[in-house]
C-alpha cells in the first residue's frame, strides 16, 4: 500500500522509477512506491525531469508543483507535490 504523508498543503509518497521504459507513465505499485516509467536515460538529471512531467500530467498540476526531495541518483526517490490530496494520489495506485 501506498504510503501518503500530508505537510500542510503538500503530500510526499514514495516512487520507483523506471528509466529507458517502451512506455510512459504511472504504473500501479511497487512494493510501497508509486511506478513510474519514463523514456529518458538516468544521464544528466533526464529522468528526474521525466519524472516530475509524468507525476503533474497524472495529478493534473503544474510541473513546478512537483519536487523530488530524496533520491535524486536513485530509482527509488521521494517526492513531493503541492496542490493535492491524499485521496488524488491513491487514486493513481
Sequence with gaps: MLTVT???DAVRFAVR???KASR??????HGD???V???APPVDGAANAAVIEVIAD????PKR???IVSGDSSRSKVVEVD?????QVRALE
Design 6 to 8: 500530508p505537510r500542510g
Design 17 to 19: 522509477v523506471q528509466p
Design 24 to 29: 510512459v507513465g504511472v504504473d500501479g505499485l
Design 33 to 35: 512506491a508509486l511506478k
Design 37 to 39: 516509467r519514463v523514456h
Design 58 to 61: 497524472a495529478l493534473g498540476v
Design 65 to 67: 508543483a512537483v519536487r
Design 83 to 87: 496542490g493535492v490530496s491524499v485521496a
